[in-house]
């Protein structure tokens, strides 16, 4: 039979194990917070470039994303010097980020993985102390497309995508539930004022099965509006109405995420004047709706040089002047022609001096540069020259 005092020293040292391991427990989820939060960036506001009256940007764009680093202070120089006041910064895909992703290590870049340092984080911080600073989202996902097949954007004549994940699937699927996660880690964690989404580019594709069980339970047809060939009639309005539906429905989700956090939601739209020398949006991009979510728009024309000539620039402004133009920023592209994606950065030709000098002059206002590996010396001369020229609001 047990002694009582042996039963009461057992009672005792269980207490004082169960305490122990309670203190041991409680440690460990503290030094795991600790080591969580310094480990990371912290939740920086960067609220005092939040708001520009005039808006003078550049899009930071390398040859090489890893060697060039070199070049930024160079960059930064020229850019001050220049009156930026709004620097996009590239934060990558959602499969392949510019930064260590918290709970993606197989989405982080190469030189992310090979150098473990985070771009993201030095660019925003360095060029946070002096301009608005925007997270540039690619939504194109190549990388997941190999690894996912399925998720793939059908075209109108029925060609699987190899970069871009179907309307759905970005708006209700798992990609576009992880893209969401990306931007709600940058606008938690990094000292960026906005995020800018580029690349929804839903025109000529998002026409597969889940995207047309969608548009006929929204519009109640039956099948694609077809052409007299039977080819699904990309241009029919009905398609249109549906497309911008889905696409407001994800940027209302974005809008929310960014928000919440202070920050602001830019979205890159594309616009185009045909040769008979009207505007043409495409199909499903309704600037109007968009900015019922997004903070600004990035409206981005063709880098055809005809439509860069002074008709065509005025043209567009013309029609952008409709909407709140504080809320418009015209992209002005470098380049001199339309490049196919797969064209080397190094191959790209920068328009003319010339031709640039003419461009700003003609669009003016709020203005969004890009990209900056094509700006020349001669480059930076003239827009300093040109914005040192223009009034200061």
């Known amino acids: 039979m047990e002694q009582p005092g042996y039963a009461v020293e057992a009672r005792k040292t269980?207490?004082?194990?169960?305490?122990?391991?309670?203190?041991?427990?409680?440690?460990?989820?503290?030094?795991?917070?600790?080591?969580?939060?310094?480990?990371?960036?912290?939740?920086?506001?960067?609220?005092?470039?939040?708001?520009?009256?005039?808006?003078?940007?550049?899009?930071?764009?390398?040859?090489?994303?890893?060697?060039?680093?070199?070049?930024?202070?160079?960059?930064?120089?020229?850019?001050?010097?220049?009156?930026?006041?709004?620097?996009?910064?590239?934060?990558?895909?959602?499969?392949?980020?510019?930064?260590?992703?918290?709970g993606y290590p197989a989405r982080w870049s190469d030189n992310i993985k090979a150098s473990g340092e985070d771009y993201l984080l030095e660019d925003s911080t360095r060029f946070g102390k002096w301009a608005h600073v925007s997270a540039v989202v690619d939504v194109l996902a190549p990388?997941?497309?190999?690894?996912?097949?399925?998720?793939?954007?059908?075209?109108?004549?029925?060609?699987?995508?190899?970069?871009?994940?179907?309307?759905?699937?970005?708006?209700?699927?798992?990609?576009?539930?992880?893209?969401?996660?990306?931007?709600?880690?940058?606008?938690t964690y990094y000292p960026v004022n906005s995020i800018t989404l580029t690349e929804l580019v839903y025109y000529t594709d998002g026409f597969g099965q889940p995207d047309k069980a969608a548009y006929m339970t929204y519009s109640g047809r039956s099948d694609w509006p077809r052409t007299v060939d039977g080819k699904i009639n990309i241009d029919d309005p009905s398609i249109g109405i549906w497309r911008t539906y889905e696409i407001g429905r994800f940027l209302e989700k974005a809008a929310g995420i960014l928000h919440t956090h202070g920050k602001q939601l830019f979205v890159e739209v594309h616009i185009?004047?045909?040769?008979?020398?009207?505007?043409?949006?495409?199909?499903?991009?309704?600037?109007?709706?968009?900015?019922?979510?997004?903070?600004?728009?990035?409206?981005?024309?063709?880098?055809?040089?005809?439509?860069?000539?002074?008709?065509?620039?005025?043209?567009?402004?013309?029609?952008?002047?409709?909407?709140?133009?504080?809320?418009?920023?015209?992209?002005?592209?470098?380049?001199?022609?339309?490049y196919s994606s797969g064209t080397p950065r190094d191959q790209m030709l920068a328009i003319s001096v010339t031709d640039f000098q003419s461009a700003l002059q003609g669009y003016g206002g709020d203005l969004w540069i890009t990209p900056s590996f094509l700006m020349t010396s001669a480059n930076w001369q003239v827009l300093e020259g040109f914005w040192a020229s223009q009034p200061k609001k």
């Open 143 to 187: 990388l997941y497309i190999q690894a996912h097949p399925q998720s793939a954007a059908v075209s109108w004549l029925g060609v699987p995508s190899k970069d871009l994940v179907g309307t759905m699937e970005l708006v209700d699927g798992q990609f576009g539930q992880e893209l969401l996660s990306m931007m709600d880690e940058i606008a």
């Open 14 to 102: 269980r207490r004082i194990i169960i305490l122990v391991l309670v203190i041991l427990i409680g440690l460990v989820i503290l030094f795991t917070l600790l080591f969580l939060a310094f480990s990371h960036p912290m939740r920086a506001a960067n609220m005092q470039f939040e708001n520009l009256s005039t808006v003078r940007a550049l899009r930071v764009d390398f040859l090489d994303e890893g060697k060039d680093r070199n070049e930024v202070a160079t960059l930064e120089k020229n850019m001050q010097q220049a009156g930026v006041n709004l620097v996009a910064v590239g934060a990558g895909r959602a499969d392949w980020t510019y930064f260590p992703w918290r």
């Open 272 to 338: 185009d004047v045909d040769p008979s020398g009207q505007v043409r949006v495409e199909n499903g991009t309704d600037f109007r709706e968009f900015l019922e979510y997004a903070d600004r728009l990035v409206v981005q024309g063709s880098s055809d040089p005809v439509e860069r000539s002074q008709i065509a620039i005025n043209t567009i402004k013309q029609y952008l002047a409709r909407y709140q133009t504080n809320r418009i920023i015209t992209s002005l592209g470098l380049w001199s022609q339309d």
